[in-house]
């Protein structure tokens, strides 16, 4: 197990025994060739039940499987370091949000740079970690548990939101990409990145609902909505940096 996931049994988050057991089942059996070792577990964890609203995606982000998945990608405290698209925006004083945080990597490396940050998540238990790991390390961190598909956000609040790998999940992404954008003062940038590939391994990817095209259409869907794309990440077409004119 890796710093999150302690810091999620140190605040009483998950027990030791309950997070070692997820644990192996995510990442301790056998797995096809070129699978990625989560996506059997947690295809199964999706569709043991039904997942067609809000509550019910919200729930699958709190079950200890995923949980744990979320927590494995963590390298809060210690060795990570920002994406260099976001990196030279991010300084002392500015108002970040980190949307969809999942771990809070980006929202605590912006505030360990001296930014006020908020973490917003559907998951009631990772906001309970990011505020237990932020009181710890005494960095200005406060969190949101998103309650609504499509959530209020505020007007023109925030210099710099990331929102990266988090449309994907949503009923509404187009609606939560407005709503980001409307927090966004004029000049302050986002980075957007949404998985385009193949979803049959991981239905919680909701691509029935996504309608965010692939290569060049989510591009046209945020200069459509006044941004305007100032650098891609390497390898993509879409994926990047954005500005609110």
């Known amino acids: 197990m890796n710093n999150f996931l302690e810091a999620a049994i140190q605040a009483g988050v998950i027990d030791r025994e309950a997070a070692l057991a997820a644990w192996q089942r995510v990442f301790g059996g056998s797995y096809p060739t070129g699978g990625t070792p989560w996506d059997p577990v947690l295809f199964q964890e999706w569709n043991e039940q039904p997942r ?6 919200r729930d699958f982000y709190e079950n200890d499987a995923y949980f744990v998945f979320i927590c494995s990608m963590s390298g809060w405290p210690s060795g990570y370091s920002l994406d260099p698209l976001v990196r030279p925006l991010i300084h002392p004083g500015m108002k970040v949000l980190d949307y969809g945080c999942g771990h809070g990597n980006v929202g605590i490396a912006c505030a360990q740079l001296g930014a006020s940050v908020l973490c917003a998540d559907a998951s009631r238990r990772v906001l309970r970690v990011i505020d ?8 200005p961190v406060e969190t949101l548990c998103v309650q609504d598909t499509v959530p209020d956000l505020g007007i023109e609040l925030y210099d710099f939101v990331s929102c990266c790998d988090c449309l994907e999940h949503v009923q509404d992404p187009i609606g939560v990409l407005r709503s980001l954008i409307t927090s966004t003062k ?3 940038h986002l980075r957007l990145s949404v998985f385009f590939g193949d979803h049959a391994h991981a239905p919680y990817h909701l691509r029935e609902h996504a309608r965010l095209g692939d290569n060049g259409v989510f591009r046209g869907i945020c200069e459509g909505l006044g941004l305007v794309l100032l650098e891609n990440e390497q390898g993509t077409s879409d994926n990047g940096l954005y500005k609110r004119l």
């Open 52 to 57: 067609g609203t809000f509550e019910g995606i």
């Open 186 to 188: 004029h000049g302050g």
């Open 132 to 139: 237990y790991a932020a009181r710890s390390a005494q960095l």
